[in-house]
């Protein structure tokens, strides 16, 4: 399968384009704020310098978020432009997801490990997620208050990497022997790609007219309660 996976829920937009689960062609900015003027010119880019045409694809993936209002109002519109014209489905993958996936990928975690991506919201507060190595979900995607008692029934536990835009505050914070951070993690296209091809065979698509992202400015502020492993 030929997917378009588009990534802009954060400072990063990305686009990549993947066959059968490699990544054939990818376009990345870091700078920032840089969505709205590189975003369709790299998609453009993309496919003058594959075999393929934009024609070609059989579905378009994009990071659903918690994201950037404006990041994702700009991915998800052009995504879903696309899907419109061509008559293609659309795949939506959540952020924190995507980012662990790229973690597990990249950065070759403990097995035994749990993944806990973070993304920044405001004042202490982030959106955060519980994974295993398998990218089985151990606790609801929440928003959470970073103080010093977060996630401490698991550090008692179990060792657990913490990455994400959100990170830094919990270094604040978590203190324990337990808790490593991985620096430097930004979501991208390329770590959309198996999630999007396992959601692609599994026929898990999104109605095009009618499907939002989750933005940040929807944030409400809840202290979860997960079960411990």
Known sequence: MLLLNIET??????VCLSKNGEVIEIRENREGKSHASTLTPYIEDIFKSSAYTINDIDAVAISKGPGSYTGLRIGVSTAK??????????IAI??????????IRTKNPDKNALIVPLIDARRMEVYSA????????????KAEIIDENSFNEFLERKKLYFFGDGAEKCKTFVKHQNALFIDGILPSSSYLVPLAEEAFKENRFENVAYFEPFYLKDFVATIPKRKVL
Request: overall charge negative.
């Open 9 to 14: 829920s954060a400072q990063v937009c990305s």
């Open 81 to 90: 432009g696309i899907c419109f014209a061509l008559n293609k489905p659309l």
């Open 94 to 103: 959540n952020t924190l997801k995507v980012l662990s996936s790229g973690v």
């Open 130 to 141: 519980i994974f295993d190595s398998n990218l089985n979900e151990i606790g609801e995607i």
